[in-house]
């Protein structure tokens, strides 16, 4: 309101919408009629896969959902991603050039402290994004509830110049943190 509209030529825009059609999943299973009790096969015999609706997904459904058709017009294409598993998760967390992990200890390495993560405490991390289901993102939140304290204490404690993170460590900070309050999906 009060405000003037401007125009925008959306001719060479690349419309690209993700993760926020939560419950769409309802849409797909009302249209493909996988409600019903019993074994119901698709229109041409194959069998629907009711754990992964999503890859089912039709513009009619994202209209039915609530997205106004002008917009959907500019949807050419509609893609489902598949879950992220631990193993992917793990690769996130420490083989790209700019790694979470590797952000970490490039922050401790400007202290002079050698820093690290054991393999157990990387699992559990991971484990803990999968299990409140946070996904890649959830990761960062998961290792600063962890860390946090480690970095603004260690670098002013001169005798440390190695650290390595372990799973109990790991545990305790985690549980001592608010991200522990929430409720497994």
């Not at 967390?93 to 993560?117: C, H, R, S, V, W």
Request: proline letters at 3%; one cysteine or more.
């Amino acid at each position: 309101p009060e405000q003037k509209l401007l125009k925008v030529d959306t001719k060479n825009i690349l419309f690209i919408c993700g993760g926020s059609f939560d419950g769409i999943d309802k849409v797909i299973s009302r249209r493909l009629n996988t409600s019903v009790v019993g074994f119901k096969k698709g229109k041409d015999g194959e069998e629907i896969d009711k754990d992964n609706l999503l890859q089912y997904i039709t513009h009619q459904d994202v209209k039915a959902f609530g997205l106004i058709p002008e917009l959907i017009g500019r949807l050419p294409v509609l893609a489902h991603l598949e879950e992220l598993d631990k193993e992917a998760l793990t690769n996130i967390l420490t083989k790209p050039k700019n790694a979470l992990l590797k952000q970490y200890k490039k922050l401790f390495a400007l202290e002079g402290i050698t820093f690290d993560f054991d393999k157990a405490a990387i699992d559990f991390i991971v484990g803990k994004a999968l299990e409140y289901k946070l996904g890649a993102r959830g990761l960062r939140s998961i290792c600063e509830a962890i860390i946090t304290d480690a970095m603004y204490e260690l670098p002013s404690k001169t005798d440390v110049k190695e650290y390595i993170i372990t799973e109990a460590y790991a545990k305790q900070k985690l549980s001592k943190s608010k991200l522990s309050k929430l409720k497994v999906a």
